[in-house]
């Protein structure tokens, strides 16, 4: 065989090994880096719900915490009225048992 036979045949042979590879990237590659992509997308998408989840649950938590914290101070107020409702009945009572 001449060298421009050898050439060709090479460059015939580099284009089918080219041709398998493209091929093989294609068909076998391809769909797992698209599966991989979608996968991804979703995780994203999951990753937003439960990161908007979370905010949800910060605000009730908050909320319940504000809450507890009025009830807290109105417990507070509630009981310095009784005691000082208290401290005069006992006053009174006092004035009226002397």
């Given at each position: 065989m001449d060298e421009a036979t050898l050439d060709k045949k090479f460059e015939?042979?580099?284009?089918r090994i080219t041709d398998k590879i493209l091929t093989a990237i294609t068909e076998v590659v391809m769909p797992h880096v698209l599966k991989i992509e979608d996968d991804v997308a979703e995780l994203k998408d999951r990753v937003?719900?439960?990161e908007s989840t979370t905010d949800r649950i910060e605000r009730k938590v908050d909320a319940a915490f504000a809450r507890a914290d009025r009830q807290d101070d109105k417990i507070k107020t509630h009981d310095a009225i009784l005691l000082k409702h208290e401290a005069l009945l006992k006053h009174h009572e006092e004035q009226l048992s002397a």
């Open positions: 015939e042979f580099e284009n937003g719900n439960l």
